[in-house]
Nanobody, 125 residues
């Protein structure tokens, strides 16, 4: 089982940008597709972005497509989420997750087997 730890959350003004990082350890990083989910106050956890092990496949949630970008550095066992043009509705706890479906970019929570503790992103208006 791989372990993942998120970092990079914080407070940002609307229209600003933020970079999240997720460091993985414990198993071969390239055995996993990686993804980001978020959960706002009183909301269900929703899909944000995912990426296959090689980066050949990427998927984005409708609400973030065109503003957020997922990337990974397999040499550093790290996946990133670049968030641009942030809006107050992006306020949420952001979770990194690993999926054994390494050749895909899964979008379903049930496809991910390892989860981080989350990092809080707050966007002020």
């Amino acid at each position: 089982q791989v372990q993942v730890v998120e970092s990079g959350g914080g407070l940002v003004q609307a229209g600003g940008s933020l970079n999240l990082s997720c460091a993985a350890s414990g198993r071969t990083f390239t055995s996993y597709a990686m993804g980001w989910f978020r959960q706002g106050p009183g909301k269900e956890r929703e899909f944000v972005a995912a990426m296959s092990w090689s980066g050949s496949f990427r998927n984005y949630g409708d609400s973030v497509r065109g503003r957020f970008s997922i990337s990974r550095d397999n040499a550093k066992n790290t996946v990133y989420l670049r968030m641009n043009d942030l809006m107050p509705e992006d306020t949420a706890a952001y979770y990194c997750a690993a999926s054994p479906l390494r050749f895909a970019a899964p979008m379903s929570r049930s496809d991910f087997t390892s989860w981080g503790q989350g990092t809080q992103v707050t966007v002020s208006s």
